[in-house]
Structure formats: C-alpha cells, structure tokens
C-alpha cells in the first residue's frame, strides 16, 4: 500500500494498492498508456544448487523501478534487486534486465564453509546493507549470499585479514556490483 493525495502529494492517511499509486503517478506525469504489469514468481538457482523465489513490484514514482525480492518469515529479505529506468520503459525489457543481473549475482559465491568455520571466498564480499530491527544497538546487517550476517559475525570475518588492506564501494540498490 501506498499513500498518495488525488494531486500526487504525499498524504497520510489514504491508503492506495500499488496499481492504485502507479495510476495516479502516471496521470501526473501525462503517461496515460502506462499499464502496472503484475509479473509471476521466479524461481532461480544460486551456485550452490539452492533454490530462491522471486517476488516482482513494479513501481513509478519518477523513475521506473522494478524490484525482484525473497518473502523470508513473511516479509522481503534474502536476495532483493532493483532496476530504474525511465517513466516511458518497456517493464518487460525492464524485467529481462533484472533477471539477467540476478543471474549474474546468484552465479557468485562469497562465503564458504571450511572445517564447519565460515570463511570469505576470494577475498571479496559483495551483499546488500540492511538493519537488525530486533535490535539496532548491534550495528547494521549485511546480506551476503542471500543470508543476513551481523556486523559483529562480518567483523568475525574480516579479522583473518589483519594487516591487509580493503576497498569499500558503496553503490545505490539499483546499480549493479562490479
């Protein structure tokens, strides 16, 4: 749900669908072909054979955004993507966009297991910052491979790599990782 005036202002206290808002959004922007495309699930297959299901919302607010994401204990969490694109975008070119990139990301492996101890592959992470809402005195949550690891358990990680240097690259959720 969404909560837009019949102007395209913000309001609290009406509540819209998300085809509702897309409807509104577009009329504001004088795209009045624009159609909600409601996507099916997918599922893909990560490199260690482990299944994932993706749940699609196409959105327009400014931009074309399409969101690819895992429902974990009934909420999005896991693997979460995102594309933009213009107002004026073909959501299906959108989509195969996004799946591509998903691809190429569940291809990936970042975390191993070695004698039952989690170990960093290839001296590179790449995952997704999120927060701990339980318990937010613990710092942020990364989500690598699809599993969320506490900052203290990343911390945990990266310590076999005293005296190494690092490069963080912090990018927008709609840019690809190199």
Request: charged share 25%.
């Amino acid at each position: 749900m969404s909560s837009l005036s019949n102007s395209g202002a913000p309001q609290a206290s009406q509540e819209w669908c998300n085809s509702c808002f897309n409807r509104a959004q577009a009329d504001r922007l004088g795209l009045h072909s624009f159609e909600t495309v409601e996507f099916s699930t997918v599922t893909m297959t990560d490199a260690r054979r482990g299944k994932h299901e993706f749940h699609f919302r196409l959105r327009l607010f400014g931009k074309l955004s399409l969101e690819a994401f895992e429902i974990i204990d009934g909420a999005p969490g896991g693997y979460q993507f995102q594309i933009l694109d213009q107002p004026s975008a073909d959501p299906w070119l959108l989509m195969a966009r996004l799946v591509e990139r998903m691809r190429r990301a569940l291809s990936q492996t970042h975390l191993r297991r070695q004698r039952g101890t989690l170990m960093i592959c290839d001296n590179v992470l790449r995952g997704r910052i999120t927060d701990d809402t339980t318990d937010f005195e613990s710092g942020p949550v990364l989500v690598i491979d699809g599993k969320p690891l506490t900052w203290d358990r990343v911390g945990s990680l990266l310590s076999t790599f005293t005296g190494s240097q690092f490069k963080l690259l912090i990018l927008d959720r709609s840019e690809e990782l190199p």
